[in-house]
């Protein structure tokens, strides 16, 4: 049972560390989630949106 669960938090955590790459750029953000990002704020929005993203997931790969 162990292992399903350690396996379970790395699979987890690997998917919530995929959209990290959108920190790169708006165009990166816009291939991420299929939108246009027209307005800054937005674009500060989702880039912090990844960034919280990217945390959660190192702290779930880091829990497994």
């Not at 938090?9 to 919530?16: N, Y």
């Not at 939108?35 to 190192?58: D, K, Q, T, W, Y």
């Given at each position: 049972?162990?292992?399903?669960?350690?396996?379970?938090?790395?699979?987890?955590?690997?998917?919530?560390?995929?959209?990290v790459?959108?920190?790169?750029?708006?165009?990166?953000?816009?291939?991420?989630y299929?939108?246009?990002?027209?307005?800054?704020?937005?674009e500060?929005?989702?880039?912090?949106?990844?960034?919280?993203?990217?945390?959660?997931?190192?702290?779930l790969?880091?829990?497994?």
């Amino acid at each position: 049972m162990e292992k399903v669960v350690t396996g379970l938090l790395v699979l987890v955590g690997i998917i919530h560390l995929l959209p990290v790459s959108g920190v790169l750029g708006v165009e990166r953000l816009a291939a991420l989630y299929g939108v246009s990002l027209g307005e800054p704020n937005i674009e500060i929005l989702m880039r912090h949106r990844a960034i919280l993203f990217g945390l959660l997931g190192l702290f779930l790969v880091y829990a497994a």
